[in-house]
């Protein structure tokens, strides 16, 4: 990789990470390739033990789920062993740090675990959940919160920097054993600690951050019952009204079962999904924040960027996917680099304007955009379109995810009537993304088709022919050491691009 994107490429083999979990509902274990800004998970299991489910009654672990969740951990030991992970980092949470029995489960663990376990405070998962949330999105503003079993951490994060932080004890475990099972008691619990945090206002007409398996369920639920046409919850954003009432409906659910989507959600999830639901209902009633949005990634994720080194923090995480990607899936990643200089010249003036974030989006379209060459021509856009809307990706919304997924479908279908009809560009999936934001994906899409027709995929050609405007012109110019590369195919391609620009196409050779 050069210029401007060889900062995001990887040096060398990757070293993985193993983090264990151990949570008062679940117990689990993710390995990732390495403490890299977007980093991939090799391995993921979870087992829910419910370690911490008698804690607020008896202020012990319960026996049964000790004796589950020490045979997970075994397992995972042997995991790790198989993987040839060397480096394995255990925490625990709230359950093992509040029962009485709490460290003598920890000695037990670290022996069959084969490692120190640390128990984390509140503050620590506090500040571990918000650094989840900095790896995951972009420039973070509002308030993040880390729903588990046993407690709630909640913590103000600003682009980098952690503000007040507080645990409160309101797991979905620990409300029904402390309420006795009774949810109009949990509500009444639920209210007395919310209130009880005097600095909750700094979350009004900020993003809330929703973070935890429970929240990630009724997201989940949510998509089922909207029809929405991704199963991402990485993103997925809910309107504030819109979600205190759909808590509020679960919360009263007579039968739970009876939901629409609920046989998605796991039995042992399910248990504790009203109580969660009431948790992030009042909540969000005193926050009063301008949305609600979900993340898969948290405290584990703020662990792996706990380890990084600062010049890997600084790496948007967004563009250093689509490098590392280009890498590993394009035929040749330089001539991705040199696709985000190329398109650049359409973007200035008298092209169309485009805000930073819009060119962010474009630059990973252009890193993005030879990914699929390995699948059969007659099906690279559907394929392309699915493996891009549905990827791993960190550090965008859902609108952004399906503009870069149609961007690379035109680059690989074209512009044409067919283009736009039938099933591989889903109506569902257009309403995600604006009008605007859909024909800027049909010029970027059309721009790269013409320089891969152009550099036949190759660095070292379209940085020698490059774009510019003329008067009512867009202006191609090949010299002479090029030349050969004319034709009609990559002249009809370079109409359709300046047809969508609204210029006359013009392109010189020597």
Same mark, same amino acid.
């Given at each position: 990789?050069?210029?401007?994107?060889?900062?995001?490429?990887?040096?060398?083999?990757?070293?993985?990470?193993?983090?264990?979990?151990?949570?008062?509902?679940?117990?689990?274990?993710?390995?990732?390739?390495?403490?890299?800004?977007?980093?991939?998970?090799?391995?993921?299991?979870?087992?829910?033990?419910?370690?911490?489910?008698?804690?607020?009654?008896?202020?012990?672990?319960?026996?049964?789920?000790?004796?589950?969740?020490?045979?997970?951990?075994?397992?995972?030991?042997?995991?790790?062993?198989?993987?040839?992970?060397?480096?394995?980092?255990?925490?625990?949470?709230?359950?093992?740090?509040?029962?009485?029995?709490?460290?003598?489960?920890?000695?037990?663990?670290?022996?069959?675990?084969?490692?120190?376990?640390?128990?984390?405070?509140?503050?620590?998962?506090?500040?571990?959940?918000?650094?989840?949330?900095?790896?995951?999105?972009?420039?973070?503003?509002?308030?993040?919160?880390?729903?588990?079993?046993?407690?709630?951490?909640?913590?103000?994060?600003?682009?980098?920097?952690?503000?007040?932080?507080?645990?409160?004890?309101?797991?979905?475990?620990?409300?029904?054993?402390?309420?006795?099972?009774?949810?109009?008691?949990?509500?009444?619990?639920?209210?007395?600690?919310?209130?009880?945090?005097?600095?909750?206002?700094?979350?009004?007409?900020?993003?809330?951050?929703?973070?935890?398996?429970?929240?990630?369920?009724?997201?989940?639920?949510?998509?089922?019952?909207?029809?929405?046409?991704?199963?991402?919850?990485?993103?997925?954003?809910?309107?504030?009204?819109?979600?205190?009432?759909?808590?509020?409906?679960?919360?009263?659910?007579?039968?739970?079962?009876?939901?629409?989507?609920?046989?998605?959600?796991?039995?042992?999830?399910?248990?504790?999904?009203?109580?969660?639901?009431?948790?992030?209902?009042?909540?969000?009633?005193?926050?009063?924040?301008?949305?609600?949005?979900?993340?898969?990634?948290?405290?584990?994720?703020?662990?792996?960027?706990?380890?990084?080194?600062?010049?890997?923090?600084?790496?948007?995480?967004?563009?250093?996917?689509?490098?590392?990607?280009?890498?590993?899936?394009?035929?040749?990643?330089?001539?991705?680099?040199?696709?985000?200089?190329?398109?650049?010249? #359409?973007?200035?003036?008298?092209?169309?304007?485009?805000? +930073?974030? &819009? =060119?962010?989006? %474009?630059?990973? !379209?252009? *890193?993005?955009?030879?990914?699929?060459?390995?699948?059969?021509?007659?099906?690279?856009?559907?394929?392309?379109?699915?493996?891009?809307?549905?990827?791993?990706?960190?550090?965008?919304?859902?609108?952004?995810?399906?503009?870069?997924?149609?961007?690379?479908?035109?680059?690989?279908?074209?512009?044409?009537?067919?283009?736009?009809?039938?099933?591989?560009?889903?109506?569902?999936?257009?309403?995600?993304?604006?009008?605007?934001?859909?024909?800027?994906?049909?010029?970027?899409?059309?721009?790269?088709?013409?320089?891969?027709?152009?550099?036949?995929?190759?660095?070292?050609?379209?940085?020698?022919?490059?774009?510019?405007?003329?008067?009512?012109?867009?202006? #191609?110019?090949?010299?002479?050491?090029?030349?050969?590369? +004319?034709? &009609? =195919?990559?002249? %009809?391609?370079? !109409?359709? *691009?300046?047809?969508?620009?609204?210029?006359?196409?013009?392109?010189?050779?020597?």
């Amino acid at each position: 990789m050069t210029r401007a994107y060889a900062e995001f490429g990887r040096k060398g083999e990757l070293e993985p990470i193993g983090v264990v979990d151990i949570g008062s509902n679940s117990v689990r274990l993710v390995i990732y390739e390495g403490a890299v800004r977007s980093p991939t998970p090799i391995f993921n299991e979870k087992v829910l033990c419910g370690l911490g489910r008698q804690v607020a009654s008896t202020g012990h672990l319960g026996e049964e789920a000790v004796e589950r969740t020490l045979a997970a951990l075994g397992r995972f030991r042997a995991i790790a062993r198989i993987l040839r992970v060397k480096n394995i980092r255990a925490i625990a949470t709230a359950a093992c740090r509040e029962a009485a029995d709490g460290a003598a489960f920890i000695q037990r663990g670290e022996k069959v675990l084969g490692t120190r376990i640390q128990v984390l405070s509140g503050q620590q998962e506090a500040e571990l959940a918000a650094k989840g949330i900095i790896m995951g999105f972009r420039s973070a503003d509002g308030l993040a919160g880390d729903l588990g079993g046993g407690s709630l951490e909640l913590i103000d994060v600003e682009g980098t920097s952690l503000r007040q932080a507080v645990t409160l004890p309101l797991g979905g475990l620990r409300l029904i054993d402390s309420s006795g099972g009774r949810i109009d008691k949990a509500l009444d619990i639920a209210d007395a600690q919310i209130a009880s945090v005097g600095w909750l206002d700094r979350g009004r007409n900020r993003t809330f951050y929703a973070v935890g398996g429970t929240w990630r369920a009724i997201a989940k639920l949510h998509m089922e019952q909207t029809n929405y046409p991704l199963r991402i919850m990485h993103g997925y954003s809910m309107q504030t009204k819109a979600a205190i009432e759909f808590c509020e409906d679960i919360r009263k659910a007579k039968k739970l079962s009876s939901m629409y989507g609920i046989e998605d959600v796991s039995k042992p999830r399910r248990e504790v999904l009203p109580y969660g639901a009431m948790v992030l209902e009042r909540l969000l009633k005193k926050l009063e924040p301008s949305e609600v949005r979900f993340s898969v990634f948290g405290i584990r994720e703020g662990l792996v960027y706990s380890l990084m080194s600062e010049s890997e923090r600084r790496k948007d995480p967004l563009l250093s996917f689509c490098a590392e990607f280009a890498q590993q899936r394009s035929r040749d990643a330089e001539h991705a680099v040199e696709l985000c200089n190329w398109t650049d010249a #359409l973007f200035e003036a008298p092209g169309p304007k485009e805000t +930073d974030e &819009e =060119r962010r989006l %474009r630059h990973a !379209a252009c *890193l993005l955009s030879d990914t699929g060459w390995r699948a059969h021509p007659d099906y690279r856009g559907e394929q392309s379109l699915l493996l891009i809307a549905h990827a791993a990706l960190a550090g965008i919304d859902h609108p952004g995810r399906v503009f870069l997924a149609f961007a690379i479908y035109f680059r690989h279908v074209g512009i044409g009537a067919d283009a736009e009809g039938g099933e591989l560009l889903s109506e569902r999936l257009k309403e995600i993304v604006a009008k605007k934001q859909f024909r800027r994906a049909r010029i970027i899409g059309a721009a790269i088709r013409a320089a891969h027709m152009l550099s036949i995929g190759r660095a070292g050609i379209i940085d020698e022919t490059p774009l510019s405007y003329e008067g009512d012109r867009l202006v #191609l110019t090949i010299p002479k050491a090029h030349a050969a590369l +004319d034709g &009609e =195919r990559l002249r %009809r391609r370079f !109409a359709a *691009l300046a047809e969508l620009l609204e210029r006359v196409p013009e392109l010189r050779v020597g």
